[in-house]
């Protein structure tokens, strides 16, 4: 877990801009969150506003404790229990029925709602100050990189937020599992922290996982989690020689080197190296992207990692990032 930074006395501040309907960013294991009271229409739908994000984007309700889940949806399957016993507090979201505590315009219409406890103790606290339910998508504005700083959270969002209740870098860095609880078999909705491999020792079956393509949630629609600079995936080996290739047309290329080309020479704007680890490269990999951002790249080269374990979701997230943009 990550170190408390937050003060008692941020805590109850929090809490208090909670109750008042106002919007505080928190931190959680995955990413930072932007927070409303989860039963306040006129807050749930300031973060609509705030983040530019369409309201029939459902948002997920964050909740103090697996203890609670019963106040906030209805009919929970055993399944769904089970996974909230191995994995709450953590980075795992289940979609299940909606409560009647759940105003629709937390859930963009939907009769369903996601749900998660999140393993950060400043958000536990925060949680437990404020006694109810906090909905928070990620702090970003809509299709944007998510924040796993303060800072990034302030350049997102500067002084649309009523407050920023600090808990330090997020240690996972790549946003919640959800999993889909409300039909015959789970299903995975997006890949996240907690990896398709150890849902499935639990439920001791496999879980089907969506195809990126496939717009099944919104969090799917092509260009998400994007960065400025267009983002072009490429076959390890080929990363170099596309990125040397983009430069000399004159891009300004941000190069993700992969393990695999570790201390190659390559001729670009700016290079990161790509982590071995998985654990590393998921904490790191949207710092990664607004480092290329700001040091002024138009074009990032980058390739997949092998897709077990975190590896899936970090490729998720790169393929979103490369997805077509919008055109409006
Ligand atoms: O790690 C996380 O999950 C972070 C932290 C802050 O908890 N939150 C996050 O929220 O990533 P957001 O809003 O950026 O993504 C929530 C995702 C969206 O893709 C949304 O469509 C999906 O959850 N979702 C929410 N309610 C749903 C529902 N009832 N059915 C299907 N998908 C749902
Ligand atoms: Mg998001």
Request: aromatic share 4%.
């Amino acid at each position: 877990m990550a170190r408390v930074t937050a003060r008692t006395s941020d805590i109850e501040k929090a809490a208090g801009v909670l109750r008042a309907g106002g919007l505080v960013a928190l931190p959680t294991e995955t990413v930072y969150g932007l927070g409303a009271n989860a039963e306040d229409p006129a807050a749930v739908a300031r973060i609509f506003q705030v983040k530019g994000r369409p309201p029939s984007h459902p948002l997920i309700v964050h909740i103090g404790g697996g203890e609670y889940l019963d106040d906030w949806v209805k009919d929970v399957p055993a399944t769904a229990r089970l996974l909230a016993e191995h994995f709450w507090p953590g980075p795992l979201t289940l979609v299940l029925r909606r409560g009647r505590r759940v105003p629709l315009e937390a859930t963009g219409g939907l009769e369903t709602v996601a749900v998660r406890v999140p393993a950060h103790p400043v958000a536990l606290a925060l949680l437990a100050a404020f006694g109810g339910g906090v909905t928070a998508p990620s702090a970003n504005r809509f299709g944007q990189v998510s924040p796993t700083t303060t800072n990034d959270v302030r350049a997102e969002l500067g002084d649309a937020v009523d407050f920023v209740l600090d808990g330090g870098p997020c240690t996972v860095g790549v946003e919640s599992t959800i999993v889909d609880v409300t039909g015959d078999a789970p299903s995975i909705l997006r890949p996240g922290g907690v990896t398709r491999e150890e849902l499935e020792a639990v439920l001791g079956r496999p879980l089907a996982v969506p195809s990126t393509t496939r717009v099944r949630v919104p969090g799917q629609h092509p260009s998400h989690y994007a960065p400025r600079a267009r983002v072009v995936l490429v076959e390890p080996e080929k990363v170099v020689a596309e990125a040397e290739r983009a430069q000399d047309l004159g891009h300004r290329v941000g190069v993700f080197l992969p393990p695999s080309m570790a201390g190659a020479p390559v001729k670009a704007h700016a290079v990161v190296s790509v982590p071995p680890s998985m654990g590393d490269y998921a904490r790191r990999l949207y710092g990664f992207l607004r480092e290329l951002d700001q040091r002024g790249c138009d074009l990032i080269v980058a390739s997949l990692p092998v897709e077990e374990g975190l590896g899936l979701a970090i490729a998720n997230r790169l393929r979103l990032a490369a997805g077509p943009r919008a055109t409006v």
